[in-house]
Nanobody, 130 residues
Framework: QVQLVESGGGSVQTGGSLRLSCAAS????????MAWFRQAPGKEREGIAT??????????ADSVKGRFTISQDNAKNTNTVYLDMNSLKPDDTAMYYC?????????????????????WGQGTQVTVSS
């Protein structure tokens, strides 16, 4: 079992920045992928960034490329993933979710679709005002 706890959401004005954090605990072994998804009211959940454990392999959706950065802290006993969000726009307003899939062994991160990820955090709201 894996537990994910997000933090860092809030309200900012257009052009502002926020950092989201996702602390993972539990049975994270044998390679895993962590991702950030977001869901705005009335829209489908969108995978916006992924990162493979113990590697620099990342993925970004076109909607956030160049503005958002996903990173991880692999310090001992810490599995935390961050999402640094810059140049925020009102279209970025959504509930942001951290997600994980484990036991990848040598495989890369899967496609950033919700059904590919097993564990989910509770979500954190990001609101960008114009």
């Amino acid at each position: 079992q894996v537990q994910l706890v997000e933090s860092g959401g809030g309200s900012v004005q257009t052009g502002g920045s926020l950092r989201l954090s996702c602390a993972a605990s539990g049975n994270i072994y044998s390679g895993y992928c962590m991702a950030w998804f977001r869901q705005a009211p009335g829209k489908e959940r969108e995978g916006i960034a992924t990162i493979r454990s113990r590697s620099s392999n990342t993925y970004y959706a076109d909607s956030v490329k160049g503005r958002f950065t996903i990173s991880q802290d692999n310090a001992k006993n810490t599995n935390t993933v961050y999402l640094d969000m810059n140049s925020l726009k009102p279209d970025d307003t959504a509930m942001y979710y951290c997600a994980a899939v484990v036991n990848l062994w040598g495989r890369p991160c899967p496609s950033p679709r919700p059904e590919e990820f097993t564990y989910w955090g509770q979500g954190t709201q990001v609101t960008v005002s114009s």
